[in-house]
């Protein structure tokens, strides 16, 4: 039978449970300048080919926010998450690391 009459195989079904937060979880997150979708945007652009063994990146970025004065506090709330460098903040706040090469991902 040739290629083109070879039925495709059925599509993977994508692996979409992140576990929920609790509304007080989400509250102190933000509390502390931590936006999940802002904060690994912009990690995704500054990451492109790789991180560094610490939070320099993600740093910067809370840095820049309205809560930059709570930056080391946010640092430990990711850090409590799981996290030890820039390409692990994706999986401490639930996030695909999409785009990004790294040696934890």
């Not at 063994?53 to 930059?68: C, K, M, N, S, V």
């Not at 946010?74 to 999409?98: K, T, Y």
Request: with cysteine; glycine share 8%; proline share 9%.
């Amino acid at each position: 039978m040739p290629w083109w009459r070879t039925p495709a195989p059925a599509a993977r079904r994508r692996d979409t449970a992140r576990p929920q937060l609790l509304p007080a979880e989400l509250a102190r997150r933000a509390a502390l300048g931590i936006r999940p979708r802002d904060l690994t945007a912009r990690l995704r652009r500054v990451l492109p080919v790789g991180c560094a063994h610490d939070f320099t990146q993600t740093r910067a970025i809370l840095g820049t926010g309205p809560a930059r004065d709570q930056v080391d506090a946010a640092i430990q709330a990711v850090i409590a998450q799981g996290a030890h460098g820039d390409c692990e903040v994706f999986q401490a706040l639930g996030a695909s690391p999409r785009g990004v090469l790294s040696h934890h991902v």
